[in-house]
């Protein structure tokens, strides 16, 4: 089993930053593909970004915009939010699989329990 734990989120003002922290426990491995989620109310869970190994993914919300990073020895995965938007408002997930990284929701191995970024106007 794989325990994940996020931090980092809060409400902001339109064009501000954050970085969201995801630390996992149990069985870990840095062969893992570890990756963000996000669901806004009414809305479906939407990929955002992900990373295994020295390769990341982004999903089209992301790009320009985020960054992913992970630290290894720390079995830590961020995401870096600059220039933030009110529509990236929502729950953000952090995300483990065992494999090769797929953008699905429904492809996922384990789940934090997310974090709230709310993003004002």
């Known amino acids: 089993q794989v325990q994940l734990a996020e931090s980092g989120g809060g409400l902001v003002q339109a064009g501000a930053s954050l970085r969201l922290s995801c630390e996992a426990s149990g069985r870990t491995s840095s062969s893992y593909a570890m990756g963000w989620f996000r669901q806004a109310p009414g809305k479906e869970r939407e990929f955002v970004v992900a990373?295994?190994?020295?390769?990341?993914y982004y999903g089209d919300s992301a790009k320009g915009r985020f960054t992913i990073a992970r630290d290894n020895a720390k079995n830590t995965v961020y995401l870096q939010m600059n220039s933030l938007k009110p529509e990236d408002t929502a729950v953000y997930y952090c995300?483990?699989?065992?494999?090769?990284?797929?953008?699905?929701?429904?492809?996922?191995?384990?789940w934090g329990q997310g974090t709230q970024v709310t993003v004002s106007s």
């Open positions: 995300a483990a699989r065992n494999g090769v990284v797929q953008t699905a929701a429904s492809m996922q191995d384990y």
């Open positions: 990373i295994r190994g020295d390769i990341t």
